[in-house]
């Protein structure tokens, strides 16, 4: 799966200022900061896409859903409200889903970088509602691509990540893994 266009746009989401602050967190440059978004980004998609792999039927399901309420049209009025846990509020279920990834990427992204899972933590904190953002735009640009896949579920719930890989695929970029 390349999921260039994925970083690209992860970055582009993050604006300067929150790099400038990611770079602050990590001790390094913005050029330091855009490889720890990029690897970050790459790194929650593939844990996706492995999700996808070896999702049980109820993750799948989770995951599914997640992506089936990312396409739907955005809240209105006071449930707009929330601002506060880090902005995830507003993620709902796919904050959800990322957020049981965020402890493995922030020991891939410290592996591949060198750089102190602490630190790393704090710059996925900043980074996670963004790529939640991210998606939720991907999903809805797809003209909710949960809803296929999600209406085959019944059939392909009994496999490991049934119809998962394909559903990655349409929001991510690429194809089934």
């Known amino acids: 799966m390349n999921n260039d266009s994925f970083q690209q746009e992860v970055l582009n989401e993050l604006g300067d200022d929150k790099l ?9 440059d913005a050029a330091g900061a855009q490889n720890v978004v990029a690897s970050t980004a790459d790194a929650f998609a593939g844990g996706l896409a492995q999700k996808a792999e070896s999702a049980t039927p109820e993750e799948a399901e989770e995951v599914k859903a997640a992506f089936a309420e990312a396409a739907e049209p955005p809240l209105q009025g006071v449930a707009t409200l929330g601002g506060g846990m880090g902005g995830l509020l507003g993620g709902g279920m796919m904050a959800g889903v990322l957020g049981k990834l965020a402890r493995p990427v ?14 790393v933590t704090r710059a996925i904190e900043i980074a996670l509602p963004v790529v939640v953002a991210v998606l939720t735009k991907r999903a809805t640009q797809r003209g909710n691509p949960g809803t296929p896949t999600a ?8 496999r ?6 394909d559903l990655l695929g349409q929001v991510l970029g690429g194809g089934k893994k």
Do not use: D, S, Y
Request: glycine fraction near 32%; hydrophobic fraction near 45%.
């Open 160 to 165: 490991p990540g049934g119809g998962l890989g």
């Open 106 to 119: 922030a020991n891939a992204v410290a592996k591949k970088t060198g750089l102190p899972v602490a630190g």
């Open 151 to 158: 209406g085959a579920a019944p059939g392909g719930a009994g």
């Open 20 to 28: 400038a602050e990611i770079a602050g967190v990590l001790g390094t």
